[in-house]
Each structure stands twice: as structure tokens, then as C-alpha cells.
């Protein structure tokens, strides 16, 4: 196993949070994935990500990418962070994770060109109730402009009051420098349910938050679809409810997860044969007005095994082959 050098033992520490990391898988050119489990929470695993976006240096686009959750409650059908749901973290448990990443580069949070802290890791940041208070403690923490942050979230129904939340947050502290990303990964509600098996928003439902979500100099609110083979994706459907002022639509591999693998899943964007249907759909959403992005992302990635829950899951295996003491 790979201890980070320089901690060790050593317990990083950011106001009540006390965070012990584990385990490290990556490279720094890629994006290294480092395992953690907190103080008071023996044996709940968390993942937290210093990434970089390929086509940039890091002291040009760093990406630090944080877990909400230790496991995950929703157990997408296509993720490994699924299943072995141990609960919420706490605010500084988040801070934590940001603070941990950051100390690896010393200066860089003030002088990179762009720094978007991801909330996007292990978990749905919507089934915890600190996440709003978390963003709005990221703010004062680093004022500096050039911090972006990011949240992905599959649209959990039920939780209205959090979101309206959010978005106060938003609005007071991160106005033009928040990404939001829904989950959509189908234009079809029976599969969007059997994909991400929680009681989800509709379509109609995402439509009409991120219309009210989006102000003037806002991102445009991003439709992320990881497409598995035979997915519907239907350009028709996607105008019916979003306005393409409002939203992007974003394509994004589907990870060679373990629980993806097992069930079978491929992505549509390596697979020529039904990867035609997907490109005119994009055609057709380009003539309506949309920003359609591909983002296949750096391949490596998939090598190192960096995608969500794998680097838990490979720690955990490796715990249990390690010959007893
Ligand atoms: S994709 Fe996100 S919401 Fe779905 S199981 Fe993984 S961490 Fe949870």
C-alpha cells in the first residue's frame, strides 16, 4: 500500500475534524485519489481527489474533488461508491478534505488560474444537510475569485427545503463561480429511476429549479449524461423542458466501474456502432441552441483506477490480503 509521504500516522486536522489518510492510488500528472476515515469513525472509508483537467498545467485548472458521504445511499447502478452507506459528513469533515488536498501544494490555492473544488465525490451532496453550510464556510475560507465550485447531484426528491438552501448560499457567496450538474444520464424517467434507484425529481422537476437556480452571470446549469450502450438519449425530449439559455448538456463516458461491469454496462462513446444515434442527437441539440460538450476525459484515469469508490474498494481488498500482524 501507498502511504502519502510526509503523514504517515499523522492526523490532519481542520477544526473539529481530525482526518487519517490511508491509502494513495494515481500519479500527480493524472489525479491522485487518497483514502481517509476520520477520528470517531473507525473503519468508514472516504475518497477525496487532487485532480487536474488534462488540458491544463495545474497552476493553471486545479480540481480538488471532496466526498459528502462515506458510501453512498443511492447505489447507482454504475458506481462503486454505492452500498456500505455509513452516514453524512460533517462541515469541517468536508473542510477537511479540501484543506488536506490544498496542504499537498503549498501557495498554489491563492495563485492557481482557476481552482474548482468539486463536491462530487462519494456521496450525494443533496441527502446532506451540511453541504449548503459547507459551500457558504468555503467562501469566507478562501475568498480569492479565482475559486470555482462544483456540485453533482442525481436530483433527490423530497429534499426541496435543501435545495432552496443551496441556493441562498449561491446567491450570497458564489454568484457566476458555481457549477451546477444534475445526473441525468437518460431522457427516460423509468430509466433514470432504475439507474439511480432513489425517489428522484423529474425531468420537469430539474427544469424548473435550475431556471430559478441560474442569475444573471451564472453557468449555465449542466445536464450530464453518462451514457451506457441502449440508453435513450432524445434531443426531442431534452427541449420539451429545458431552455437552452438556462442549461448545457454535457456527455461524459460511463466509468469501467466494478458495479458497471457486473452489470453489464458499456459506454455509448466507445462503442462506434450506437455512438451514431448519440451524434446526431447532439447534431439536433447544436440546431436548438444548446452547448453540447464531450468530455471523454483523460483515459488514464480509467487506468489508475481513479473513478468514484474504486480506490476504497482497492484499499479495503488490500486490507483484507494483508497478512494479520
Ligand atoms: S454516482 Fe453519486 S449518487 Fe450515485 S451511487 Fe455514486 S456517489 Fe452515490
Known amino acids: 500500500m501507498t502511504t502519502p509521504s510526509g503523514f504517515g500516522a499523522e492526523t490532519f486536522r481542520c477544526g473539529s475534524a481530525g482526518l487519517k489518510i490511508l491509502f494513495r492510488q494515481g500519479r500527480p500528472d493524472v489525479a491522485e485519489v487518497y483514502v481517509g476515515e476520520f477520528e470517531?469513525?473507525?473503519?468508514?472509508?472516504?475518497?477525496?481527489?487532487?485532480?487536474?483537467?488534462a488540458a491544463w498545467p495545474r497552476r493553471d485548472k486545479w480540481i480538488i474533488n471532496i466526498s459528502t458521504q462515506i458510501g453512498c445511499?443511492?447505489?447507482?447502478?454504475?458506481?462503486?461508491?454505492?452500498?456500505?452507506?455509513?452516514?453524512?459528513?460533517?462541515?469541517d469533515e468536508m473542510m477537511a478534505q479540501v484543506f488536506f488536498v490544498a496542504s499537498r501544494h503549498p501557495g498554489l490555492m491563492e495563485t492557481c488560474g482557476k481552482l474548482k473544488i468539486h463536491f462530487a465525490r462519494m456521496?450525494?451532496?443533496?441527502?446532506?444537510?451540511?453541504?449548503?453550510?459547507?459551500?457558504r464556510?468555503?467562501?469566507?475560507?478562501?475568498?480569492?475569485?479565482?475559486?470555482w465550485c462544483c456540485l453533482a447531484t442525481t436530483a433527490p426528491a423530497g429534499r426541496e427545503a435543501w435545495f432552496e438552501r443551496f441556493w441562498e448560499v449561491k446567491e450570497a457567496g458564489w454568484r457566476g463561480r458555481?457549477?451546477?450538474?444534475?445526473?441525468?444520464?437518460?431522457?427516460?424517467e423509468?430509466?433514470?429511476?432504475?439507474?439511480?434507484?432513489?425517489?428522484?425529481?423529474?425531468l420537469g422537476d430539474v427544469a424548473r429549479y435550475g431556471?430559478?437556480?441560474?442569475?444573471?452571470?451564472?453557468?449555465?446549469v449542466v445536464l450530464n449524461f453518462a451514457l451506457a450502450e441502449g440508453a435513450a438519449f432524445e434531443a426531442d425530449r431534452i427541449r420539451e423542458y429545458f431552455d437552452p439559455a438556462v442549461f448545457a448538456i454535457k456527455l461524459t463516458p460511463l466509468n469501467p466501474t466494478r458495479r458497471g461491469r457486473e452489470a453489464g454496462f458499456r459506454t455509448i462513446l466507445r462503442a462506434a456502432r450506437s455512438r451514431a444515434a448519440t451524434d446526431r442527437a447532439c447534431e439536433r441539440l447544436?440546431?436548438?441552441?444548446?452547448?453540447?460538450?464531450?468530455?471523454?476525459?483523460?483515459?488514464?484515469?480509467?487506468?489508475?483506477?481513479?473513478?468514484?469508490?474504486?480506490?476504497?474498494?482497492?484499499?479495503?481488498?488490500?486490507?483484507e490480503d494483508s497478512p494479520a500482524p
Open 40 to 53: 470517531g469513525r473507525p473503519g468508514a472509508r472516504l475518497e477525496c481527489v487532487d485532480g487536474l483537467d
Open 73 to 91: 445511499p443511492v447505489g447507482c447502478l454504475f458506481c462503486d461508491a454505492g452500498g456500505d452507506y455509513r452516514g453524512d459528513l460533517g462541515v
Open 123 to 135: 456521496g450525494e451532496p443533496a441527502l446532506n444537510d451540511a453541504v449548503p453550510e459547507t459551500i
Open 137 to 147: 464556510r468555503l467562501r469566507e475560507a478562501i475568498p480569492h475569485p479565482n475559486v
Open 178 to 188: 458555481f457549477q451546477l450538474q444534475f445526473s441525468v444520464n437518460s431522457t427516460a
Open 190 to 202: 423509468a430509466e433514470r429511476h432504475r439507474l439511480m434507484p432513489v425517489r428522484l425529481w423529474s
Open 211 to 220: 431556471e430559478r437556480w441560474y442569475g444573471q452571470g451564472d453557468r449555465r
Open 286 to 319: 447544436h440546431q436548438f441552441g444548446y452547448d453540447v460538450v464531450i468530455s471523454i476525459g483523460d483515459g488514464r484515469e480509467d487506468q489508475i483506477g481513479s473513478n468514484c469508490g474504486q480506490a476504497v474498494l482497492r484499499y479495503q481488498e488490500e486490507e
